[in-house]
């Protein structure tokens, strides 16, 4: 009887080696499974290979994922560095690895829309700090959308926007000395006499447009975007 009972746990034991061994490839990555649209988001991928399938090469390796558009940067031994470009409508996508033409992995990513960049006022190729007053009336303004850092660097998202249309006013102690509307990201303004004695610049953004890894510019939805800037005259 006991060595009925060592004899099963032997083949029970066997039997879940044989299972592992056969298993499909395991799909291992570095970024969280999460992707962004409108973007090229770079994704290393590792396929861990079970012991009977060692001798697959990575030449015959391929990626498919439905929604997007999968490119191989490179490969080192099992580890392959990819870029993932989701379908602008996509919610969620299936990364497939292929063995020529046999499924021996795949993984679920989710699809979200990046969070809205930050705004950045410039003056003669200077940032205005927003937060103290301006010394003077600037000659120039130009506006820049810079992506979030903690999402573009740690997931290695690659994303550039254009500020496209805005609106831009002086005024003192609360009358409006000029107001124009700007389908730019920038204005020049030593021709506009009447801003000479205003104590403040508001800025409303009123569109930024991401540039698709196709080349393409698309509107982004913006929330709240208005920024007011103190100028200091007493010089």
Request: include cysteine.
């Amino acid at each position: 009887m006991k060595h009925l009972f060592l004899i099963s746990i032997f083949a029970f034991i066997s039997i879940n080696l044989f299972a592992q061994d056969s298993a499909p490839l395991a799909i291992y990555t570095k970024s969280s499974h999460t992707l962004y649209r409108n973007c090229s988001n770079s994704v290393s991928v590792k396929l861990q290979l079970p012991c009977d399938q060692l001798k697959i090469s990575n030449d015959k390796i391929s990626f498919v994922a439905g929604n997007s558009k999968v490119i191989i940067d490179s490969i080192e031994r099992n580890q392959f560095y990819l870029s993932i470009i989701p379908n602008v409508t996509a919610t969620s996508l299936t990364l497939q690895a292929f063995s020529d033409a046999n499924l021996v992995a795949e993984t679920t990513f989710i699809i979200r829309d990046l969070p809205p960049p930050s705004i950045h006022i410039y003056t003669g190729g200077k940032e205005i700090d927003i937060k103290n007053s301006l010394f003077g009336i600037p000659k120039n303004i130009s506006i820049k959308a810079l992506p979030n850092e903690s999402i573009t660097e740690i997931f290695g998202v690659d994303a550039q926007y254009a500020v496209t249309d805005f609106e831009i006013t002086f005024s003192k102690k609360g009358t409006t000395l000029y107001k124009k509307v700007i389908k730019a990201n920038n204005i020049d303004l030593t021709t506009i006499n009447s801003i000479n004695s205003a104590d403040r610049i508001i800025i409303l953004i009123n569109e930024i447009k991401i540039l698709t890894p196709e080349g393409k510019l698309e509107t982004i939805r913006l929330g709240n975007s208005i920024l007011v800037i103190p100028i200091d005259n007493s010089y």
